[in-house]
């Protein structure tokens, strides 16, 4: 069981409703086995294979206490996350962000593989549910919402590309500053790519 710290703000907004009670499951982040996993997903090993993973419980408060900003990564379970973008996609979260934004995993249908998605990334697993994807407005899957813990609310419709183009530097001193984190030619090739919104395709 996990302890909370009595310091810690109560969640806002989005985050508030998305408050769950029951411990998380938090995977440290570690580059070699970052990459091990790396390769097992890349080559679809199963996740029963060698298993040796490793988590801390926390409590959501603490959680979210990390870091300012808050990303939601939801992903297609039963077996089906093994994506050469989704996988890019968690091998770049894990590398340039683990220590600059809390990324919550949710696993949309079987988890069984999920032990091995977050094993040495840094991310947290979060429970599926009809509310989430509800709150969070989430059409397809995989998709990212980025949230600000101060205010509880997502930061701007074009986080996840941010999150994907752009230096972590760069992208959270935009986003501190309410700004998308894209450039203004990044913006024109979103519209235009039709790809300007939370959501990865």
């Known amino acids: 069981m996990t302890e909370t710290n009595p310091e810690a703000a109560r969640p806002q907004g989005y985050l508030r409703m998305l408050q769950v009670e029951e411990p998380l499951s938090f995977y440290p982040f570690d580059d070699d086995r970052l990459q091990e996993t790396q390769i097992r997903l890349e080559r679809r090993k199963k996740s029963t294979e060698n298993n040796s993973f490793t988590s801390i419980q926390k409590s959501f408060v603490d959680v979210l206490a990390e870091n300012r900003f808050v990303c939601f990564f939801i992903i297609q379970g039963n077996k089906n996350f093994h994506s050469n973008h989704t996988l890019n996609l968690r091998k770049r979260l894990a590398l340039n962000f683990h220590d600059r934004i809390t990324t919550l995993v949710v696993f949309c249908g079987d988890s069984e593989g999920e032990p091995l998605f977050c094993q040495g990334t840094g991310f947290t697993s979060f429970p599926f549910s009809a ?17 600000d813990t101060q205010t509880g609310r997502p930061i701007h419709s074009d986080a996840a590309l941010a999150l994907e183009w752009n230096n972590p530097h760069e992208v959270l001193g935009a986003w501190e500053q309410e700004q998308s984190g894209l450039t203004t030619t990044q913006k024109a090739v979103s519209v235009v790519t039709l790809q ?3 959501t990865i395709s």
């Open 196 to 198: 300007s919104n939370c």
């Open 131 to 147: 509310t989430l994807m509800s709150v969070l407005n989430i059409a397809q899957v995989p998709s990212l919402v980025v949230l």
